[in-house]
């Protein structure tokens, strides 16, 4: 199987060949994608060296299936010239998210939503797929009507340079290219661009995709998106109403029997998921879960990732072997 990897030298590119090899997914022929300037440069994918080649190479040797992270006009560019060669689009930019045309998967909540008629699949923004893996099996037995998040979202989710930026301020070299202000010793309310009502595009995703994703526009969602001075792992404070009542012990059986998520939840020996603990796995881990005493129906939990794995290549592949499984790629 001739498999894209467009964007293949980035963080999440790079995550994606990693993951890809992992999972051992049957690629009997890579192709690695990257903008002009890294054409001719090598990847390494199980013990072999692969040559960059430009978009319009790639799509000239009719792969069955590209994964795609290289920024949204890319997307919107390259991913129909893909799809009209006959090519499944698994794209990680925000893109084709909200296009109403177009699947968002998380493949343990709504992959089986995928049909023979879908070319392009849009991968969900890192943050909602850790939350939505906790909302599901909740709203399923109790019927959510609120949710509340503030996240603490690691510099990796901005890149490469924003990675480089951070550690090079803590080694006192200062500057801010990539992001306002300093993020080494400090927090940034901001991730994404201010829209006219206040909130941010990343609160906005939060918003929209959960409801897309779980496939009901009656779940309200208030987002704060944070960015801390963190290499990797995402963290959200999440408080949820339901319409029904619940029990602790109910609900930490339930998502400890959820796939892909991991309850370390014990407060008498510090057992609660860090961005250390993530680091490197697929799990979404969940913690601190206890009733919210200030109102009826209402939980509070921490839920943690590793954002460049299940929060982007992990997800993309785990829908690229859907897709394998159902046929739809050969």
């Known amino acids: 199987m001739k498999v894209a990897v467009v964007g293949a030298t980035g963080l999440v590119g790079s995550m994606m060949l990693k993951v890809l090899e992992e999972r051992h997914f049957p690629v009997t022929e890579l192709i690695p994608v990257a903008s002009g300037r890294s054409v001719g440069n090598k990847v390494t994918f199980k013990g072999r060296e692969y040559a960059v080649v430009s978009a319009d190479d790639a799509i000239a040797m009719k792969p069955a299936l590209a994964l795609f992270s290289a920024g949204g006009s890319v997307s919107l560019e390259l991913a129909p010239k893909f799809a009209a060669v006959g090519c499944r689009v698994v794209d990680n930019s925000s893109a084709w998210r909200m296009d109403p045309t177009k699947k968002l998967i998380v493949p343990e909540v709504n992959g089986h939503e995928l049909t023979k008629e879908d070319m392009i699949i849009a991968n969900p923004n890192c943050s909602t797929i850790q939350m939505v893996m906790v909302l599901k099996p909740l709203h399923d037995k109790y019927k959510i009507k609120r949710v509340v ?41 901001h991730i994404d661009v201010f829209q006219d009502n206040g909130y941010t595009k990343e609160e906005m995703k939060m918003k929209l995709e959960t409801m897309k994703i779980m496939g009901d526009d009656s779940i309200k969602v208030s987002a704060t998106c944070v960015r801390v001075p963190v290499t990797a792992g995402h963290s959200e404070s999440v408080n949820i109403e339901f319409e029904r009542d619940f029990q602790e012990s109910d609900v930490k059986a339930l998502l400890d029997n959820s796939a892909g998520v991991s309850v370390i939840d014990n407060p008498a020996m510090n057992g609660y998921p860090m961005p250390l603990h993530a680091a490197g796995k697929d799990e979404v881990f969940v913690g601190r879960i206890r009733r919210d005493d200030t109102q009826p129906n209402t939980l509070n939990c921490w839920i943690v990732s590793d954002n460049l794995r299940k929060g982007a290549a992990t997800n993309a592949v785990q829908i690229a072997k859907l897709l394998l499984l159902n046929g739809l790629i050969a």
């Open 149 to 189: 998040v503030s996240t603490y979202q690691s510099v990796s989710g901005t890149g490469q340079k924003a990675v480089k930026e951070m550690m090079d301020q803590r080694a006192g070299i200062q500057g801010h290219s990539v992001y306002p202000h300093i993020i080494d010793m400090n927090v940034l309310p």
